[in-house]
């Protein structure tokens, strides 16, 4: 038995890392089952940190067991494996490196005097009203005799740094997006291969980024500051030991003359290919309260390259058509003379005159209009190579305003996003179906770079809600964990000292009359929703305690929510002990988005509580408060959280028995909820479930669920009636998940109505929150599901009008996979269960059976 697939703290190979303790993961391939394991590990100088010697055990993770790795330390750990016959395989290896001492493990408080650099900065006086040129910084040194060098680098901006002109590291948009004011984020790189002996030369651009730069939907600026700022950390390391260092300090040379003449993340750049930065003035000093910390998660980096077919509108313009909507940049490559200029604007769509246009990626009034993700290009003499730098854009087409003769061949559109590994992969019978989950693949990807976003064109915000409903289908199709992370530390980053959690994290750009919203149910919950989501699929009890506190801390302000009294509350009639866990207060989005036909959004909705929908949520955190306490060994706490969920569903049953909010509706949402939380007693029970089958009927078998339902309404309808389940999964017409595909959608629509929704506030075409459906491609359609440590329940549950579906999932224990096919008899089965682990299996109509590691077949009649 060999291990595979070897990670630390879900990584691979990472450098830079601030965990002096961190968790070692592996997988096993070959043989049934792993008896025992060891591990041994040491620094690149060949020193012993740790030997597990041989544990006997078949968990395949390990919790570091030597001394705490001192900081700066590359550590090869191996790991073998006995099987079950106590047969040993060979030793496999990977490796870590921590990074900067910032006291952040160990609690030893070491300040910036660990970097022994100074943050620098241009030198010049920011003005919050203007927009600067790229800022240009240079050092020359010299090397020789080099064993190993890393630099250490973060900024107040983003960077990009070049060592003797090759790229460090292939982090697109560093550090990465955080509330600089709380948290900023640096990165290690090894960049030993880039020096050579004698003179080097060390440069970094510095840009606006997300700090100072368009942060929102209406592109606020000045947002986390108005001075960027750079640090840095180059440090080379010879044969016999002795440490060299080249810092940040006010010796770097700086310009900002370069060719990058504006910078902005949506907004795009404007370059001049003729200029040169000078490096003529020196850096400025200055100073940044927040200590770096390294981010333990993947980078944002470049994947797909996409070639463009040329197209002429109706009107004459010439547009690039890369036939996939993507999140990304440009690159081109074409002969020019000095002078000529390239004008390119990015967008998701033709209008329907078949013209380009960016007005449903726009907001626009009187004074500005944003984003604008363009790109204008003024030449040099002869051969001109670009590629953006510091910004990404939401496009399909690119509409392309020159004189500069070009091919379609001369560009080429790079897709950008977070370098999450994939783990879930769906095929089935059904064309649109396959389509879909493509999409929603698509659509996660254009919307995580760094941050899980609502949409990669006009906010770009970290909408907690779309990050609650979709993390539960993330951590099925990649490897979702420390990413949720670092979005759950941006979400505690926030939290108030009431417990009360944000809408939207980083909170750049958020405009102030929506500061009310923040707590709202349904978004500000990711707080718990996603740590318990992500215990549940990785078993990993490690995100809950440490989320614990500020967890406990919000389920408090939820709870002093309950039973109040609220000014723009609408009265429900309840009284007494009806209304005491009744969740009436505070301003909410409700369940957003429903189709315009079940329910026309306006301002109005945001301005008011919304009980049926927060009661719910607020049982349904409870519930799971309760499991998370219960899992941490505090079962008082847990019985404590019990209570008050059965309080709340208490007084939901009361309100759904009022007429303003009676279970006789066809709003489906509002029938999915209380039956997807198990809120009703069980006549309620009854007449929901009978209520929603007449609602879908009313409906045409069409989904009128919002945001927050949309991802319940299958599990709810399966348990009902499966046949029901598919026969809405299956619907083509507007609104359905089929529709987009079957409209030629490349990816997730915010809006079920795609452009053509009357609110133009949600007009996105990439937009993932509808693709949390995909989950229950893989836990119910196919029945795969984590059940415990190296166990799985396979329960799949075929039906509609499929010939097939499969599906396979690389979980933390090993790839799983369960498919169905329809035969003349019923249906056949084909599960496989990784090296090591075991698995419940129950086929309709038939009692669970025990598997073991392997591969079967299985045939059920119906």
């Not at 049934?32 to 078949?58: C, F, H, M, T």
């Not at 993507?326 to 390119?344: C, D, E, M, R, V």
């Not at 064309?431 to 770009?460: I, M, Q």
């Not at 209380?674 to 479930?689: I, K, R, S, W």
Request: aromatic share 12%; glycine share 8%.
């Amino acid at each position: 038995m060999e291990a595979i697939r070897l990670k630390t703290e879900h990584l691979f190979t990472p450098i830079g890392i601030d965990i002096a303790e961190p968790q070692l993961f592996w997988n096993c391939e070959g043989g049934k089952r792993q008896s025992a394991y060891q591990i041994v590990a040491s620094d690149d100088a060949g020193n012993r940190l740790w030997d597990s010697g041989k544990v006997e055990s078949a968990l395949m993770r390990a919790k570091w067991g030597g001394a705490p790795v001192k900081p700066k330390t590359k550590v090869l750990w191996q790991v073998r494996l006995w099987d079950e016959t106590d047969a040993v395989g060979s030793w496999e290896q990977s490796t870590f490196e921590t990074g900067i001492d910032t006291g952040i493990d160990t609690g030893i408080d070491t300040g910036i005097d660990a970097w022994q650099a100074k943050w620098i900065t241009g030198n010049y006086k920011a003005n919050k009203k203007k927009r600067y040129p790229v800022d240009c910084f240079r050092k020359f040194f010299d090397a020789s005799d080099v064993k190993k060098a890393r630099l250490y680098i973060t900024a107040c901006g983003l960077y990009e740094a070049r060592l003797n002109g090759a790229r460090a590291g292939d982090f697109i948009l560093a550090p990465g997006i955080t509330d600089y004011r709380r948290r900023v984020q640096y990165q290690a790189y090894d960049v030993t291969a880039l020096l050579k002996s004698g003179r080097n030369t060390l440069t970094v651009w510095l840009a606006d980024g997300w700090y100072r730069g368009s942060c929102g939907a209406w592109g606020l600026k000045n947002q986390y500051g108005t001075e960027i700022r750079l640090l840095a950390r180059l440090e080379i390391i010879h044969p016999d030991g002795r440490l060299d260092l080249i810092c940040t300090d006010e010796t770097w040379d700086w310009s900002n003359d370069g060719p990058i003449r504006f910078a902005d993340n949506k907004d795009g750049e404007i370059v001049d290919a003729s200029k040169i930065p000078s490096y003529g003035r020196k850096a400025k000093a200055t100073a940044h309260p927040v200590i770096p910390t390294a981010s333990n998660n993947v980078p944002v980096t470049e994947h797909e390259h996409l070639s463009a077919a040329l197209i002429k509108t109706p009107s004459g313009r010439t547009v690039l058509d890369f036939g996939q909507n993507i999140a990304g940049y440009i690159s081109f490559a074409l002969k020019a003379k000095a002078g000529q200029t390239l004008k390119l604007r990015f967008g998701e769509l033709l209008d329907e005159n078949g013209e380009f246009t960016q007005k449903n990626i726009q907001c626009s009034n009187k004074r500005t209009t944003t984003p604008l993700q363009q790109v204008i290009y003024t030449c040099k003499e002869g051969e001109n190579r670009y590629k953006t730098t510091f910004a990404i854009f939401g496009f399909r087409y690119v509409l392309v305003e020159t004189d500069v003769p070009f091919a379609a061949e001369d560009f080429t559109a790079i897709a950008v996003y977070s370098d999450l590994e994939r783990t879930g992969w769906f095929e089935s019978s059904n064309r649109l179906l396959d389509k879909f989950v493509e999409n929603t693949l698509w659509s996660a990807r254009n919307n995580h770079a760094d941050l899980p976003t609502d949409c990669p064109t006009r906010e770009r915000h970290g909408w907690s809600g779309d990050a609650q409903i979709f993390c539960p289908t993330a951590s099925f199709l990649f490897d979702y964990l420390p990413f949720a992370e670092k979005y759950l530390s941006d979400l505690y980053d926030w939290q108030k000292k009431n417990g009360c959690l944000p809408q939207i994290a980083p909170e750049g750009g958020t405009d102030f009359y929506m500061a009310s919203m923040n707590g709202s149910v349904g978004w500000a919950d990711a707080g718990v929703l996603m740590p318990y989501a992500l215990w549940k699929q990785y078993g990993d009890t490690g995100v809950l305690k440490k989320y614990l506190p500020g967890m406990e801390r919000y389920a408090r302000f939820m709870q002093r929510r309950c039973g109040r009294w609220y000014p723009t509350a609408r009265r429900t009639g309840l009284r007494s002990q009806d209304k005491k866990y009744l969740s009436n207060a505070g301003q909410a989005y409700g369940e957003w988005a429903e189709p315009e036909s079940v329910h026309h959004m306006t301002w109005k909705d945001c301005a008011v509580p919304h009980p049926e929908v927060a009661t719910a949520y607020t049982a349904h955190v409870m519930d799971c408060m309760a499991e998370i306490e219960t899992a941490l060994g505090n079962s008082g706490k847990a019985e404590g959280y019990r209570q008050f969920a059965d309080g709340c569903r208490r007084s939901y049953q009361a309100l759904r028995k009022t007429p303003a909010y009676s279970l006789d509706t066809d709003r489906q949402a509002q029938l999915v909820r209380p039956l997807a939380f198990g809120l009703l007693d069980q006549e309620q029970t009854a007449f929901a479930e009978e209520r929603l089958l007449t609602a879908l009927e009313h409906f045409g078998w069409r989904i009128g669920t919002g945001f927050l339902s949309t991802p319940l309404i299958l599990d709810v309808l399966a348990d009902i009636d499966i046949e029901a389940a598919y026969r809405l999964l299956e619907n083509e017409e507007m609104p359905g998940w089929l529709f987009m595909p079957k409209n030629g959608a490349t990816t997730v629509w915010e809006a079920w109505e795609g452009t053509a929704t009357e609110n133009g506030g949600i007009a996105s075409l990439n937009h993932y929150s509808k693709g949390a459906v995909c989950r229950w491609l893989f836990d119910t359609m196919c029945g795969i599901r984590v059940e415990g440590e190296n166990h799985f329940a396979i329960t799949p549950r075929p039906g509609g009008h499929f010939a097939y579906a499969k599906a396979g999932y690389n979980s933390v224990y090993g790839k799983v996979e369960s498919g169905w096919a329809r035969t003349e008899e019923g249906w056949k089965f084909d599960i496989t269960i990784p090296a090591n682990c075991t698995a419940a299996l129950t086929l309709p109509g038939e009692e669970a059976v025990a598997l073991d590691a392997g591969t079967y077949a299985f045939e059920v009649r119906k």
